[in-house]
């Protein structure tokens, strides 16, 4: 195989890999989450799950316009508190 086919073919590899990352994320997920990190109240096991589960994208969502202030609000800091997880350090 030529090296320019070998790149090609690892740069593929790469876009699938990162479509397939963006596909496991989806904000909807964190729909039990929605009413504690409004307007505070109890957090569910549930929300706490959701929260496990979503949490490789968690910075993405921080980074959104349309979801970083949720991320980032501090009745999201008490979400993750009392999921016992640790509030995501973004870059």
């Known amino acids: 195989m030529k090296p320019s086919a070998v790149v090609a073919l690892l740069l593929l590899l790469l876009a699938a890999?990162?479509?397939?990352?963006?596909?496991?994320?989806?904000p909807t997920e964190l729909t039990p989450c929605a009413g504690p990190a409004l307007f505070?109240?109890?957090?569910?096991?549930?929300?706490?799950?959701?929260?496990?589960?979503?949490?490789?994208?968690?910075?993405?969502y921080a980074r959104s316009p349309n979801y970083g202030s949720y991320v980032r609000s501090p009745n999201a800091a008490r979400l993750f508190a009392v999921c016992r997880m640790p509030m995501p350090r973004c870059r």
């Open 40 to 60: 505070g109240g109890p957090v569910s096991g549930a929300c706490c799950a959701a929260l496990r589960g979503q949490q490789a994208c968690l910075c993405g």
């Open 17 to 26: 890999v990162a479509l397939a990352a963006d596909a496991a994320c989806n």
